[in-house]
């Protein structure tokens, strides 16, 4: 009997990740046209789809914050 519950939840969260898939992609056009009409179209999306568009961000973060590290260590160093 306990079998039978975890293949429902199991397939219970495939359903629920399947739904979610789904919704987002019916929705996609209308969020859009909201998000243009507010002005956010602008800005970048908070989680790139590609992986090469993660790395892409990772890296623009990456030396963004060593370049803010050296600086800091500089003004230390004048400051010194």
Same mark, same amino acid.
């Given at each position: 009997?306990? &079998? #039978?519950? *975890?293949?429902? /939840? +199991? +397939? %219970? =969260?495939?359903?629920?990740? #399947? %739904? &979610?898939? =789904? %919704? *987002? !992609? !019916?929705? !996609?056009?209308?969020? /859009?046209?909201v998000r243009t009409r507010l002005g956010y179209e602008g800005e970048q999306d908070l989680e790139p789809q590609t992986r090469v568009g993660r790395v892409r961000i990772a890296a623009t973060d990456s030396t963004a914050r060593v370049k803010q590290a050296i600086r800091a260590r500089r003004s230390d160093e004048q400051a010194a």
């Open positions: 009997m306990n &079998k #039978h519950f *975890s293949d429902a /939840r +199991y +397939y %219970l =969260g495939r359903a629920a990740t #399947h %739904l &979610k898939i =789904g %919704l *987002s !992609e !019916e929705l !996609e056009p209308v969020v /859009r046209q």
